[in-house]
Nanobody, 126 residues
Framework: ELQLLESGGGSVQPGESLRLSCAAP????????MHWFRQAPGKKIEGVAG????????YHAHAVKGRFTISRDNAYNTLYLQLNSLQTEDTAKYYC???????????????????WGQGTQVTVSS
């Protein structure tokens, strides 16, 4: 069974950085647009960033624009999210999701995506 495997989460102080990874072994990785979502306790899941299959288009939500950067390495079937200038409001579990095709699309309907990872926790506190 194909899986997405997130890593890189942790506990940091405000202003610090983390780099999340999402590995997709056994995938036709470049055939999928990739997305990062996050969900904080008691809140709805929200889209954070997305990138097209060929890496030529990316999108960042307003709340993270200028602080987070999505990227991908199709040679290594890996998606990344660089998190800089972390704030307490960024505390959440972060998930990667794959949607077949080259188009970045955000929806809260999980069935719209082919695969989801199990998530990696990011905690920002002083």
């Amino acid at each position: 069974e194909l899986q997405l495997l997130e890593s890189g989460g942790g506990s940091v102080q405000p202003g610090e950085s983390l780099r999340l990874s999402c590995a997709a072994p056994g995938f036709a990785f470049r055939s999928y647009a990739m997305h990062w979502f996050r969900q904080a306790p008691g809140k709805k899941i929200e889209g954070v960033a997305g990138i097209s299959g060929d890496g030529t288009y990316d999108y960042h939500a307003h709340a993270v624009k200028g602080r987070f950067t999505i990227s991908r390495d199709n040679a290594y079937n890996t998606l990344y999210l660089q998190l800089n200038s972390l704030q307490t409001e960024d505390t959440a579990k972060y998930y990667c999701a794959a949607r077949r095709g080259n188009t970045v699309v955000f929806t809260t309907n999980r069935d719209f995506y082919s695969y989801w990872g199990q998530g990696t926790q990011v905690t920002v506190s002083s």
